[in-house]
């Protein structure tokens, strides 16, 4: 049988899409690689921000389609964050709710989860989620879509479909990672001892940050700072001069998210005096120590008691039915737990 050039050309261009499509199908990462390769960073966002990991995972795989939809491999954009009129960063033109939305392009996928964690926590909208448990995904799901962040009508249950379907809620425990990679390993099979000498699973680590493990310790000097731990909690002692916006550099944080960790009024631009104890993480909302009460001396409030105990002032006034500004007296009791 003889072929016209142009049915020849035709053939030729045929069987390169299809070897270009099989091999975009062999290329796509799957939703478990996906969880193992980002969840160490969720797992961070999560002790620094409060955002259950789960979440974050599940809004990553749900918006990236794990990585594998267009945007996400043209932008790194994972979590489908528009550009908005502050976006001073690169961007990329692609057709979501309307034709050609202006959407954040980053250099590395580990600089979109960042945002992502900052963007939630900056944006007043998302304010009241952060009133829920880390291991409250449901709520969180639903406070999501209340809050407009998609326009998915069952944006939240595909979100808990997500999370309850590859047991992301695991994540959001102590030792998160060690609870979800043993389950893993359980169901398929794998003995734990065995498992534990691969080194197929590599942690990805956000570059130029700092690693939480690398100061989390009783105490550690780190960039001229000691690191406490207080209630489970980190935190380092205000020197002389000292400035948030220089504290919050240190340790890769928003100066705007170390005031928050704080408790300081949104409206103050106050700095902190020496001495003064500033936390590099958001403070729990229960005391984890066993002394049940504190009784008050001259000087004392509920500000301070909350950041001597290390304990969420507002879950520490509800505690004792109490308003957060509230005048405290001494030889007064404060319950901590």
Known sequence: MIFSR???IIIVFALLFSAVD?????????KEEYIQRYKHIAIDHMERYGIPASITMAQGILESDSGNS?????????????????WKGDRVYHTDDAP?????KYDTVEESYLDHAEFLDQSPRYDSLFAYSTTDYHSWARGLKAAGYATAPDYAQRLVRIIEDNQLYLLDNDNGSKLYESRQLAEAGIDHNFAAQSSIDVITTVEGRIDPDNYRVVERTYNGYSVYAGNGTHYVIARDGDKFADIAKTFS???RTLRKYNEIDPKSNA??????????EKKPKHWL???????????????SLSQEYGINKKSLARLNRIRPDATLQAGQNIRLK
């Open 6 to 8: 142009k049915a020849t």
């Open 22 to 30: 099989a091999m975009a199908q062999a290329s796509r990462q799957t």
């Open 70 to 86: 267009n945007l996400a491999r043209r932008s790194n954009n994972h979590f489908g964050i528009k550009c908005k009129k502050d």
């Open 100 to 104: 050609d939305e202006c959407f954040r």
């Open 253 to 255: 944080l928003t100066e």
């Open 271 to 280: 700095d902190p005096i020496a001495g003064e104890i500033i936390y590099i």
């Open 289 to 303: 120590g066993e002394q049940t009460t504190h009784k008050v001396s001259d000087g004392e409030t509920l500000t």
